[in-house]
């Protein structure tokens, strides 16, 4: 089940059932690019992309936020926040 959904260039980012989080290249829809599991507690209530399409912002139903990128690097993934 999706429950939010962002567009940013050609990244789109899903934030499903169980906190699971797919993101997916526009130019390549056959399976998500990354497949993730949101690093909050709780169920995903909204996900928005960053302007510069950089990562994206996501918050649970209890109201805690989280700060996510998508270059899988360990330096770029130290900036992550929750």
Request: hydrophobic fraction near 30%; proline fraction near 5%.
């Amino acid at each position: 089940r999706v429950y939010t959904m962002s567009l940013s260039n050609n990244r789109l980012v899903i934030g499903t059932a169980q906190r699971h989080v797919h993101i997916y290249d526009l130019r390549r829809m056959g399976e998500p690019e990354q497949r993730r599991e949101s690093s909050l507690k709780y169920q995903t209530r909204c996900i928005r992309c960053f302007p510069d399409g950089t990562g994206y912002a996501l918050s649970s139903i209890e109201g805690r936020v989280a700060m996510e990128y998508f270059d899988p690097s360990p330096d770029i993934q130290a900036k992550k926040y929750a």
